[in-house]
């Protein structure tokens, strides 16, 4: 894999089921299973169809589309949550994702537990973590909370828990799903002022968000997914300009047949 590479995905396809009934007890099941040869009846579609992607170190990426147009699947497929129905993906350098807020925590433990387990699903000991306990809380800005259980935090705060320990891994990829849409405002300054210092360090960053000042602030490029296929790629006021359009469908059609000529 080229060394410049950050991610690269060849021909990625993910496919879900989709179930048109499903019995509810397991007489039914068996019942079912004796008269068709099968339990369930279901369809399947691509979430992610044959989508091929290069992404570049040292540049970030934002990744906009409808309602089901296939962005947090793809984050999933990038971050190794899901593996691919077919096709390849290969990641040049350690990435960490904050996908889901919370993701990794235990609502009955505290802070300080919390930045211990989490890293400890990162492989990183608690001789190593012990040192930067501080540093994670006063970015997070709970210091004062940092023995209460997180069940009992805002939505907010957990995602400022998540952000600042992830971070604090340090990835050459970071991978991010619509977490800067919660908390205020001058928290989200302050990750995207984090984000600049990944980029700067010649890191990665792939992002999901429905803001799209946000998208224009940190992203160097973007790409508009539909039905799971890039539509189009190019800078983000582009992508953002056609998204964001009355003719939007229409644009996507020609976007298509200009991609298959």
């Known amino acids: 894999?080229?060394?410049?590479?950050?991610?690269?995905?060849?021909?990625?396809?993910?496919?879900?089921?989709?179930?048109?009934?499903?019995?509810?007890?397991?007489?039914?099941?068996?019942?079912k299973f004796i008269k068709t040869g099968q339990i369930f009846n279901h369809a399947t579609f691509n979430a992610v169809e044959n989508l091929s992607l290069r992404i570049k170190r040292g540049t970030s990426l934002g990744i906009l589309g409808s309602n089901g147009a296939g962005k947090s699947t793809l984050l999933k497929v990038i971050a190794g949550v899901l593996p691919p129905s077919s096709g390849t993906i290969t990641i040049n350098g350690k990435l960490d994702c904050l996908i889901q807020l919370?993701?990794?925590?235990?609502?009955?433990?505290?802070?300080?537990?919390?930045?211990?387990?989490?890293?400890?699903?990162?492989?990183r000991s608690v001789k190593e973590m012990k040192p930067r306990v501080r540093a994670i809380l006063e970015f997070a800005e709970l210091t004062e909370f940092a023995?209460?259980?997180?069940?009992?935090?805002?939505?907010?705060?957990?995602?400022?828990?998540?952000?600042?320990?992830?971070?604090?891994?340090?990835?050459?990829?970071?991978?991010?799903?619509?977490?800067?849409?919660?908390?205020?405002?001058?928290?989200?300054?302050?990750?995207?002022?984090?984000f600049a210092d990944i980029l700067s360090g010649g890191k990665t960053i792939v992002m999901v968000s429905h803001d799209m000042n946000a998208l224009k602030r940190i992203c160097s490029e973007a790409v508009l997914l539909s039905a799971g296929t890039v539509a189009y790629r190019g800078t983000p006021e582009d992508a953002i300009k056609i998204y964001m359009d009355d003719g939007y469908k229409t644009r996507l059609s020609s976007l298509k047949a200009e991609a298959n000529q």
Do not use: W
């Not at 894999?1 to 007890?25: C, F, G, W």
């Not at 919370?102 to 989490?118: M, P, T």
């Open 1 to 31: 894999m080229n060394e410049e590479v950050a991610v690269s995905l060849d021909n990625v396809t993910i496919q879900y089921r989709s179930y048109k009934e499903r019995p509810h007890s397991l007489k039914e099941s068996v019942i």
């Open 147 to 194: 023995t209460t259980p997180i069940k009992y935090y805002s939505s907010g705060m957990s995602a400022r828990l998540g952000f600042a320990v992830a971070m604090d891994c340090n990835p050459d990829i970071f991978v991010v799903d619509e977490v800067l849409s919660v908390g205020d405002s001058r928290f989200r300054k302050k990750c995207e002022r984090a």
């Open 102 to 123: 919370g993701a990794g925590f235990d609502s009955e433990l505290n802070a300080v537990e919390n930045i211990y387990l989490y890293s400890a699903l990162r492989k």
